[in-house]
Each structure stands twice: as structure tokens, then as C-alpha cells.
């Protein structure tokens, strides 16, 4: 504990009335080793063993969430704009005026619509898969060497669980190969399709509330200007940002505690409801709800959404703008 006490005193310097002040005395190339041998010790402790199931469990409603959702978008189209991100699930888009397109197009445009997919609706994001949890920083000219994988599956992996070969390539872009949906989907019955929604909607829920737990529990960093997220107790030094007109080529990454959203995108679209027109208008943009891509996806199958979205569908909110009140 003197020691302890003197390399403390000696680094950040004696306290007084409250103030802290700093010394220089002290050589931190002194203090590196101390820091990474504390490092390589916490791993030690990980994975925690109560983890373990939770792991598992959403790597299963992963798998069942792409399969659901691979099958419902046999059944209701997705359209995806053109020029942006915006989607929207029905056999034609709404004329919303939202498109905020290319660099150099007109904002507030119409959306130009054309055959969404998979990706539209699960967002894919993807991490640098780790050789072991608590390993020296990702360097820039390193980045060729480790495996790029699902975020959620690499989360999973380090919480404990044993990812098979496929879960570990399973995502949106292959799943027809892997998974594929459900075989006949023209020849099944409104009930069939409202069964699968059903089970693909709590697959969605059982995964975010899964991923949410993990990412109490281990450390998940995501970059404060783009979407790159990194699993580990640091960011990587692969300079992939970009955000920055100055930098010559891309930048460095500025890394934050990530969440849920970041691993998991809700991908947030219109939903039309009961009393909504056939087709949405620019003039009751303010009326109408919005919903997770998922979620809106199964209600088109016929289940009722959790309570919990009510608020964002409007479910009994006006449709038609005031001005056209007679």
C-alpha cells in the first residue's frame, strides 16, 4: 500500500484544499508496464459464466430473426430509395418528401424508389474479429489481418458462447445460401405468415434485450462520427473514418461506449396505419407514426405491435392534415 501511495503521490501530486496538482517528476514509460499487466489480469475474469446463456440466447434469435425476416419480405415487398437510405415495406413507396439524396442533389426531394433486400431492413455491422479479448490495439497497417464478422456475433464469442463457422459468416448478405426463409412461402396461409412474424418479432426483441445485457457487461466501443464499432476494451487504430475533408486519405476513429442502436439498428421507417391513405402524402407528414423496419414488417402480417411502440405508430393519432378540415 506505501508503494501503492508513493507511485500515486509522485504521478499525480499531493492534494490540497480540494486541488489537484500535477507533477512531472514522474516517468510514465515507468508506469506502462504496471498498466498492461493490470490489463492482461481482467482477463482473467471474462467471460463471466452468468453470461454465457445470454450469449447463446441471442445468437439463436439472430438466426431466427434473419431466417423470419428473410421469409415475410417473400410476402411484403420492401422498397428502398435510390439515392438514400430511406426505405419503406409496401408494394409502392410513400411521396414523402424526405430524400435527402446525393451530395449535390436538392434536398426534400420525392424518393425515387426501387427493390429493397435483407440489408434494408437488418442493418449489417460488422467488427474486427478478435484472436483473444484483451489483446495489444488494432494497428493501422494491421487491419488486413483480422477477420471482419457480425458485430453481435463477435460480442457473443467474447461473452462466452461458441459460434459455429456459420454464425460466424452468417449475415444479410449470404443468408439466402444459409438460411434462405421458409421454402413455398406463396403457397402459406395468413395464419402461417402471422405465426412466423410472431416468432420473428420476439426473435427481435429477445435479441436487442440480449445485446443490451452483453454490452452492460463488456466493454463495446462505436466511433462518435461514423458506424464503426469496435468489441474490446479499446478502439482499433485503423484509420477508416473519413470523416474529415483535411485528412489526406481517412481518419482515426473517435471511440465511444456504444449501445444497442449501434449493434443493432432499429432502421426506423413510416408505418401506415388503419386510417392512413393508400399512399402516403407529403401533406400529413406530421401525422403520421413511424415504427421499427421489423416491427412494421410483422404488423403487415397481422400481429398486434408492444405497447411499447404505441407512441411512435400514432396508433390513434389523426391522419389527414388540418388544412383539409372542411
Same mark, same amino acid.
Given at each position: 500500500?506505501?508503494?501503492?501511495?508513493? =507511485?500515486?503521490?509522485?504521478?499525480?501530486?499531493?492534494?490540497?484544499?480540494?486541488?489537484?496538482?500535477?507533477?512531472?517528476?514522474?516517468?510514465?514509460?515507468k508506469?506502462?508496464?504496471?498498466?498492461?499487466?493490470?490489463?492482461?489480469?481482467?482477463?482473467?475474469?471474462?467471460?463471466?459464466?452468468?453470461?454465457?446463456?445470454?450469449?447463446?440466447?441471442?445468437?439463436?434469435?439472430?438466426?431466427?430473426?434473419?431466417?423470419?425476416?428473410?421469409?415475410?419480405?417473400?410476402?411484403?415487398?420492401?422498397?428502398a430509395?435510390?439515392?438514400?437510405?430511406?426505405?419503406?415495406?409496401?408494394?409502392?413507396?410513400?411521396?414523402?418528401?424526405?430524400?435527402?439524396?446525393?451530395?449535390r442533389?436538392?434536398?426534400?426531394?420525392?424518393h425515387?424508389?426501387?427493390?429493397?433486400?435483407?440489408?434494408?431492413?437488418?442493418?449489417?455491422?460488422?467488427?474486427?474479429?478478435?484472436?483473444?479479448?484483451?489483446?495489444?490495439?488494432?494497428?493501422?497497417?494491421?487491419?488486413?489481418?483480422?477477420?471482419?464478422?457480425?458485430?453481435?456475433?463477435?460480442?457473443?464469442?467474447?461473452?462466452?458462447?461458441?459460434?459455429?463457422?456459420?454464425?460466424?459468416?452468417?449475415?444479410?448478405?449470404?443468408?439466402?445460401?444459409?438460411?434462405?426463409?421458409?421454402?413455398?412461402?406463396?403457397? =402459406?396461409?395468413?395464419?402461417? =405468415?402471422?405465426v412466423?412474424?410472431?416468432?420473428?418479432?420476439?426473435?427481435?426483441?429477445?435479441?436487442?434485450?440480449g445485446?443490451?445485457?452483453?454490452?452492460?457487461?463488456?466493454?463495446v466501443?462505436?466511433?462518435?462520427?461514423?458506424?464503426?464499432?469496435?468489441?474490446?476494451?479499446?478502439?482499433?487504430?485503423?484509420?477508416?473514418?473519413?470523416?474529415?475533408?483535411?485528412?489526406?486519405?481517412?481518419?482515426?476513429?473517435?471511440?465511444?461506449?456504444?449501445?444497442?442502436?449501434?449493434?443493432?439498428?432499429?432502421?426506423?421507417?413510416?408505418?401506415?396505419r388503419?386510417?392512413?391513405?393508400?399512399?402516403?402524402?407529403?401533406?400529413?407528414?406530421?401525422?403520421?407514426?413511424?415504427?421499427?423496419?421489423?416491427?412494421?414488417?410483422?404488423?403487415?402480417?397481422?400481429?398486434?405491435?408492444?405497447?411499447?411502440?404505441?407512441?411512435?405508430?400514432?396508433?390513434?393519432?389523426?391522419?389527414?392534415?388540418?388544412?383539409?378540415?372542411?
Amino acid at each position: 500500500m506505501a508503494l501503492r501511495r508513493k =507511485l500515486w503521490v509522485d504521478f499525480w501530486g499531493e492534494l490540497s484544499n480540494g486541488q489537484r496538482f500535477y507533477s512531472s517528476k514522474f516517468d510514465l514509460k515507468k508506469l506502462r508496464p504496471m498498466i498492461m499487466k493490470r490489463i492482461e489480469n481482467r482477463a482473467k475474469d471474462y467471460p463471466i459464466r452468468d453470461m454465457v446463456p445470454v450469449a447463446r440466447e441471442v445468437l439463436k434469435a439472430r438466426a431466427l430473426l434473419i431466417r423470419g425476416v428473410s421469409t415475410l419480405i417473400k410476402v411484403f415487398p420492401v422498397q428502398a430509395c435510390k439515392f438514400c437510405p430511406e426505405v419503406f415495406i409496401g408494394e409502392k413507396g410513400h411521396l414523402i418528401q424526405t430524400c435527402r439524396g446525393f451530395r449535390r442533389r436538392a434536398k426534400n426531394r420525392v424518393h425515387e424508389w426501387i427493390s429493397g433486400s435483407l440489408d434494408d431492413i437488418l442493418v449489417p455491422v460488422e467488427a474486427f474479429h478478435l484472436r483473444k479479448m484483451f489483446q495489444p490495439v488494432i494497428e493501422h497497417n494491421q487491419r488486413f489481418d483480422f477477420e471482419r464478422v457480425p458485430a453481435v456475433v463477435e460480442l457473443c464469442w467474447q461473452a462466452g458462447a461458441d459460434p459455429t463457422d456459420q454464425d460466424l459468416h452468417l449475415n444479410t448478405r449470404n443468408s439466402d445460401g444459409i438460411v434462405g426463409g421458409v421454402h413455398g412461402v406463396e403457397s =402459406l396461409s395468413p395464419e402461417d =405468415l402471422t405465426v412466423i412474424a410472431n416468432g420473428t418479432l420476439k426473435a427481435w426483441e429477445t435479441l436487442r434485450s440480449g445485446v443490451q445485457r452483453l454490452t452492460l457487461v463488456y466493454p463495446v466501443k462505436v466511433c462518435e462520427h461514423c458506424s464503426e464499432v469496435h468489441v474490446g476494451p479499446s478502439g482499433h487504430k485503423a484509420r477508416l473514418c473519413g470523416v474529415f475533408k483535411y485528412e489526406s486519405w481517412r481518419g482515426t476513429h473517435f471511440w465511444k461506449k456504444a449501445g444497442v442502436d449501434d449493434l443493432v439498428p432499429p432502421k426506423i421507417v413510416w408505418h401506415r396505419r388503419p386510417q392512413d391513405p393508400p399512399v402516403l402524402l407529403d401533406e400529413g407528414r406530421g401525422y403520421y407514426g413511424h415504427a421499427p423496419a421489423v416491427v412494421d414488417l410483422c404488423t403487415k402480417a397481422g400481429v398486434v405491435p408492444p405497447t411499447k411502440y404505441f407512441t411512435m405508430i400514432k396508433v390513434l393519432g389523426r391522419s389527414e392534415p388540418v388544412g383539409s378540415e372542411h
